[in-house]
């Protein structure tokens, strides 16, 4: 009779817990989530995809008549309309996908509840399938760009990198707010609150260059918009380059990803329970 084997199962400690490698055994997955994402938002929507372009674009205009026009704030040199749609644009592409995910796991009840896969796949979908919005209203920025007669250079290549910090903060939170969503429930009614409060908390309606150096830029850097919005602002019109901020900006993204992965993991087993 040969000898038995004996299997040892543990549980996983460290990065090898987050089992980050699933999202590319389910890509597939990721990608049909992500569509179907897409094709809800716009499903039966009478203007459709033009609401990508509305609400930047909307806000854009309220924005310079109060403050361009009314308060006068200063815009660095650049016509106040493409100054604040510079920063409209990575601010919706961040605040979309921020509340699309944070909610995705209670929306999605009906699959945590049925079948297996990793559950990351969900709110990592929500915030992908922002991206089309963006792509669309990017087109708007040009067209901007091309009206005031501001070419672009060089460093709009930075924009991809800038894009994918925006996500990145996007996931970050929502991987806690997610988790914390199918705990308690209030929290989907406190996210509108907090991208209200956040939005005036970041460089969307004024220059970051407002804010006076030392002490005070360093504490701003805390909030990561901060620096995504001086950064694009920077790529597509040549404004002041990033300063301290951007490097705090990313610390501060790093380190409530890292964190919230490991909570998202700790709470996942309990998902299918509460949802």
């Not at 592409?93 to 945590?112: E, K």
């Not at 220059?207 to 995504?228: E, F, H, K, Q």
């Amino acid at each position: 009779m040969p000898d038995l084997q004996i299997t040892h199962i543990r549980p996983t400690q460290g990065w090898a817990a987050l089992n980050l490698k699933d999202l590319w055994l389910y890509r597939e997955l990721v990608y049909f989530l992500t569509w179907r994402d897409i094709k809800v938002r716009y499903k039966q929507a009478i203007l459709g995809i033009a609401w990508a372009i509305l609400q930047p674009l909307l806000t854009m205009i309220v924005f310079s008549i109060i403050f361009g026009g009314l308060a006068k704030l200063p815009s660095d040199g650049i016509p106040y309309p493409l100054f604040s749609y510079a920063a409209v644009l990575p601010w919706q592409l961040f605040s979309s996908a921020l509340h699309r995910s944070s909610v995705s796991l209670v929306g999605n009840a009906n699959l945590l509840t049925k079948i297996y896969f990793p559950r990351l796949i969900i709110p990592f979908s929500a915030v992908m399938a922002s991206l089309v919005d963006f792509g669309i209203a990017f087109l708007v920025m040009i067209g901007l760009m091309l009206y005031y007669q501001v070419w672009p250079t060089l460093l709009i290549l930075w924009i991809i990198p800038l894009t994918l910090l925006a996500l990145l903060t996007a996931l970050a939170v929502s991987l806690w707010l997610s988790a914390l969503n199918v705990l308690y429930r209030d929290v989907q009614h406190m996210i509108p609150f907090l991208t209200q409060f956040w939005m005036y908390a970041s460089p969307v309606a004024y220059s970051a260059d407002l804010i006076p150096t030392g002490i005070w830029r360093i504490i701003y850097g805390l909030n990561p918009m901060a620096g995504v919005i001086q950064g694009f602002r920077w790529a597509l019109l040549g404004t002041r380059p990033p300063d301290i901020m951007m490097g705090i900006s990313i610390a501060i993204v790093l380190i409530l990803l890292v964190t919230g992965l490991f909570y998202f993991r700790r709470m996942e087993k309990t998902f299918a329970d509460r949802v």
